[in-house]
């Protein structure tokens, strides 16, 4: 298995732009979820999924947008990049209600 | 509105020199309190996950403790490779269980 993936490692975008942040897993877990991590904070929830064509919003969902129509797969997508969305971003899935999360290797974004 | 701090921010420990790292919380109910460790430039790597006061779990040279308001990580006779940012969460009971994460304690142990 290679539990969670995400792509792209590392992203430069010029404020303004758009990107997709790709984030699979090959775990069958029903629980998927993003969050940034940023200094000096823990790591906040963005938007998180508990099915298939299921999402909702986090702590800090604004500027962002998901969906998820398989399970494996949950897509984070910034509308218009902002300075202050330059974070690491990590996926995270699990198999219950948020038990035991297991996350990925981050996507760490730089907003000129 | 749930809140995780943990103690300290950094330690420095000498190989075999024995510590704890503290978690404070506060939850409106607790479901469980999550132990994860953090290489740099990884994702979190689970570790423990307490449910109730008392409980403790054990991993090669880390023991977790849970009481009501509080979780120890505890490290004995650390190695360098133990070196890393520990990171404590806990989970709330009711509707959408989120987790709060604390800002961690980042570790050094010197060979």
Not at chain 1, 38 to 57: E, F, K, N
Not at chain 2, 30 to 44: A, E, I, M, T
Request: charged residues 20%.
């Amino acid at each position: 298995n290679a539990g969670v993936t995400q792509t792209p490692k590392f992203q430069v975008l010029k404020t303004g732009q758009s990107m997709t942040l790709q984030c699979a897993q090959d775990m069958n877990h029903e629980y998927m979820s993003w969050y940034r991590q940023d200094p000096g904070m823990g790591l906040r929830l963005i938007h998180y999924s508990v099915g298939a064509g299921i999402t909702d919003q986090g702590e800090v969902p604004n500027g962002y947008n998901v969906s998820r129509s398989t399970t494996e797969d949950f897509p984070l997508r910034l509308l218009s990049a902002a300075p202050s969305q330059t974070s690491v971003y990590f996926c995270a899935s699990s198999q219950q209600n948020q038990e035991t999360q297991y996350f990925g290797p981050g996507t760490r974004l730089l907003v000129l | 509105e749930d809140q995780v701090t943990q103690s300290p921010e950094a330690l420095r420990l000498q190989e075999g020199e024995s510590s704890s790292l503290n978690c404070s919380y506060t939850v409106s109910g607790l479901r469980g309190l999550f132990w994860y460790r953090q290489d740099p430039g990884k994702g979190p790597e689970f570790l423990f996950t307490l449910y109730s006061a008392g409980e403790e779990k054990e991993k090669e040279r880390l023991k977790a403790t849970l009481t009501k308001k509080e979780s120890f990580l505890h490290i004995t006779a650390p190695k360098p490779e133990d070196s890393a940012t520990y990171l404590c969460a806990v989970q709330s009971s009711g509707g959408y269980q989120k987790v709060t994460f604390g800002t961690g304690t980042k570790l050094q142990v010197i060979p």
